[in-house]
C-alpha cells in the first residue's frame, strides 16, 4: 500500500527565505506527483504537476524535483511572502490519488 | 465558468440524519472525484465518475455512503445515518479525461464541511 509521507509538519520562516518542503512516498510506481496549496478552510489548489518521467517542474518562484528510484521529491520555494502561508500537499498517483499529510507553512513579516 | 462548486460550504447535523452534497464540476470535464478529509490529514480517495459511470470506491465508502452522477454533470453524494466519525472536509475534484500532462490535473471544489453532533 502506498504511504506518504510530509517532513516536517509544520514549519515557521522569516519573509525572504528559502524554503524546501519533503514529501517520500514507498512505492516509486507512480503516474505522476503533484504538489497543493490549501488555504485554512478551502479546497486545494494545484501548484506543480511532475510526470513520472520527468524530474523537476518549476513555476515562478517554485521548484518542484521528483527522484522516482528513492521515493522522494522536494518542493523549493525561493523568497518566501506572507502570502505563502499555508498547507503544503504532495500527492502521487497510480490508479487512484494518495496524499501526504501536509506541511503547514507560515512566513513571517 | 468559475470552477468547481460545491454546496453547502457548511452543514451541522445531528447523528443519525441524513445529509447530502452536491458537486458542481467544471462543465467540460468527465472525471469527477469525491475526497473525505479529516484534520491535520490529507484528502482520502473515496470514489469517482467518469460521466455518469461511477468506476471506482474506496474501502472508506461505507455503505451508508452513496454518489451518483445521473447525467454526468453535477454530482451528489449521501450519507445515511450520519456518525460523529462521518464529521470531516468532503471534498470534490473534476479534471478532463487524460489526454496530455495538463489534462493530468485535478481541479477541486472548495468543499463542504461536515459536523455531526
Known amino acids: 500500500k502506498q504511504e506518504v509521507t510530509q517532513i516536517p509538519a509544520a514549519l515557521s520562516v522569516p519573509e525572504g527565505e528559502n524554503l524546501v518542503l519533503n514529501c517520500s512516498f514507498t512505492d516509486s510506481a507512480i503516474y505522476n506527483l503533484q504538489w497543493f496549496r490549501q488555504d485554512p478552510g478551502k479546497g486545494l489548489t494545484s501548484l506543480l504537476l511532475i510526470q513520472s518521467s520527468q524530474r523537476e517542474q518549476t513555476s515562478g518562484r517554485l521548484n518542484a524535483s521528483l527522484d522516482k528510484s528513492s521515493g522522494r521529491s522536494t518542493l523549493y520555494i525561493a523568497a518566501s511572502q506572507p502570502g505563502d502561508s499555508a498547507t503544503y500537499l504532495c500527492a502521487v498517483r497510480l490508479n487512484d490519488m494518495r496524499f501526504g499529510a501536509g506541511t503547514r507553512l507560515t512566513v513571517k513579516p | 465558468d468559475t470552477g468547481v462548486s460545491q454546496d453547502p460550504r457548511h452543514k451541522i447535523t445531528k447523528r443519525g440524519q441524513n445529509v447530502t452534497f452536491r458537486c458542481d464540476p467544471i462543465s467540460e470535464h468527465n472525471r469527477l472525484y469525491w475526497y473525505r478529509q479529516t484534520l491535520g490529514q490529507g484528502p482520502e480517495f473515496l470514489t469517482y465518475?467518469?460521466?455518469?459511470?461511477?468506476?471506482?470506491k474506496s474501502r472508506l465508502l461505507s455503505d451508508r455512503f452513496s454518489a451518483e452522477r445521473p447525467k454526468g454533470s453535477f454530482s451528489t453524494l449521501e450519507i445515511q445515518r450520519t456518525e460523529q466519525g462521518d464529521s470531516a472536509m468532503y471534498l470534490c475534484?473534476?479534471?478532463?479525461?487524460?489526454?496530455?500532462?495538463?489534462?493530468?490535473?485535478?481541479?477541486f471544489g472548495p468543499g463542504t464541511r461536515l459536523l455531526v453532533l
Open positions: 465518475f467518469q460521466n455518469e459511470a461511477q468506476l471506482e
Open positions: 475534484a473534476s479534471k478532463e479525461l487524460a489526454g496530455g500532462p495538463q489534462q493530468e490535473t485535478q481541479y
